[in-house]
Structure formats: structure tokens, C-alpha cells
């Protein structure tokens, strides 16, 4: 049975800046992410955080596995599996993929599939220096616009449930850069226990190479640091290799890496 419910979250540590990423330093990570993009449902299955909002990301509505989920794993997975079955929705399971290699390894034994290969990248804010150039003028609102959300993964955000899941935040700023009056290049920021967490980045196809994602990065640097942030993190697609040149441009380095396994029949 399921142990606790709601989005509690005893799990955040202060992931450390000395030496390489321990264990424990990835899953505060995780944890701090997790807390950044707030699914509509939440339910805690021992150490285990199941996420679910109607199939809006793989973050939103996969099972992250924070710690040990007190009970033998065919159980928690057949729990899981129940628990997504019953919201129409397939099984599926957030890997960080040194943290948790023996479950990694024990779910590719059982024939479970790999997607979304992904690179958690951070970043210090404290120690960056103070814009030497004048950028383009960023707007930042606590809600999207339409405009926002249309330039969002090609308008998907415009969906009732995206809306929500995007602005389920205390601390939430959506950047929007404007050209000739149109968006052409947008991001939303988090803080949560003094880090900026960065996603949804995106310039329309016809403005990209003029530096306007970096504008938006460094705008949202400039927010977060007002409320607190000291550091940031972000998630990139490890095949999409030119935004991680930016973002090894803007100063981001890798901590980690995770990807979701799913079972071969879902």
C-alpha cells in the first residue's frame, strides 16, 4: 500500500561543490528538480516519489526514486504500475543513472527500455559577474501569456493542464523576449532552497544564433538572484548537442546524468 500522500519532501540535502557529485549530492539534486515542476498528483511510495499530470512531460508523470521504497521492488512496481494504470497512464521510471545503477541495471535485466537520455547541468551564480554588455530587453511575468505558451514545444503549452503544471510554483518567472512587438524567445525560472532551476527555454527557429537565449539566461540569473539564488541547474537532452554548447558558454557544467526506463510491453 501506499505509505504517504501529498508532495511532502524530506529528501532535499545541500548538494556539495567539492570534489565530484556523491550519491547523496545527485539525489538532492533530484530532489530540489523535483520540487521546481510540481505535478497535479503526488504520492509517496516509501522513499519512492510517484508524479502524474495527464502525460504533460516525462518529469511530471514518472516514478523518481529518491530512496529505498521499504518493500520488495516486484511489489513497489506492480504499486506503481497500478497507481499509473489507474490515471491512464504508462509506468514509467526517472533513472539518475550512477545514484541508482543497481536498480538501473536490475530494470534492464527485466527488458525495460531506455529514453530521454538526460544531463543535469549546474551552474554558480554567485560568484558570475555583472553583465558587460547591454542585453535585450527581457520581460518577466509571474504568469505566461498566450504568446509565451504558443512558442512553448510549438504550442502544447497552451493546454489547459500544461498551463497549470508550468505556474504550480511559489517562486515562478516566465521570461519573454519581444521582437517588433512579437515573442520570439522564452524561459521559465524556479527557486527552491537557493537554486535556480531553468527549463522550457526556446527562440523561434528565425531568430536563433543572435543571442537571445543567453539574453533570457541571464535575465533569469539576474531574477533568481533577488530571490535568493546562489546557484542553478537545468536538464538538457543529452543528443541535443547545440544547447549544451550554450549552455557550457553561460558556465553550466555537468553534475549528473538520468534517463526513464519503461517496461518493454508499456
Same mark, same amino acid.
Given at each position: ?56 512531460? =516525462? ?133 527552491? =532552497? ?7 527555454? !526556446? ?44 549552455? !557550457? ?18
Amino acid at each position: 500500500m501506499l505509505l504517504c500522500s501529498g508532495f511532502s519532501m524530506p529528501f532535499v540535502l545541500e548538494p556539495s561543490w567539492v570534489g565530484p557529485p556523491t550519491t547523496a549530492d545527485e539525489l538532492a539534486l533530484e530532489a530540489i528538480a523535483a520540487l521546481g515542476l510540481q505535478p497535479a498528483e503526488t504520492e509517496l511510495l516509501g522513499g519512492w516519489l510517484l508524479r502524474a499530470d495527464s502525460g504533460f512531460t =516525462h518529469r511530471a508523470n514518472s516514478v523518481l526514486p529518491l530512496r529505498a521504497p521499504r518493500m520488495p521492488l516486484d511489489e513497489a512496481l506492480a504499486t506503481a504500475q497500478d497507481w499509473y494504470a489507474a490515471r491512464g497512464l504508462p509506468l514509467q521510471v526517472h533513472v539518475p543513472t550512477e545514484a541508482r545503477r543497481l536498480l538501473d541495471a536490475e530494470l534492464g535485466e527485466r527488458g525495460w527500455s531506455i529514453e530521454l537520455p538526460t544531463q543535469v547541468l549546474v551552474a554558480r551564480l554567485d560568484l558570475r559577474p555583472a553583465p558587460a554588455a547591454v542585453q535585450p530587453s527581457v520581460d518577466i511575468a509571474t504568469a505566461p501569456d498566450d504568446e509565451w505558451l504558443a512558442l512553448y514545444r510549438g504550442g502544447h503549452g497552451l493546454a489547459p493542464a500544461a498551463r497549470a503544471l508550468l505556474t504550480r510554483h511559489e517562486t515562478v518567472a516566465f521570461a519573454s523576449l519581444r521582437v517588433g512587438g512579437r515573442v520570439v524567445a522564452v524561459a521559465r525560472g524556479v527557486v527552491d =532552497h537557493a537554486w535556480l532551476g531553468v527549463m522550457a527555454v !526556446e527562440v523561434d527557429p528565425a531568430h536563433r544564433r543572435q543571442g537571445l537565449a543567453a539574453a533570457i539566461m541571464t535575465r533569469l540569473w539576474q531574477w533568481g538572484g533577488v530571490h535568493g539564488a546562489q546557484r542553478s541547474y537545468l536538464q538538457v537532452e543529452a543528443a541535443n548537442e547545440p544547447a549544451m554548447r550554450l549552455y !557550457e558558454k553561460l558556465g553550466y557544467a555537468i553534475h549528473h546524468d538520468y534517463h526513464y526506463r519503461r517496461p518493454a510491453a508499456s
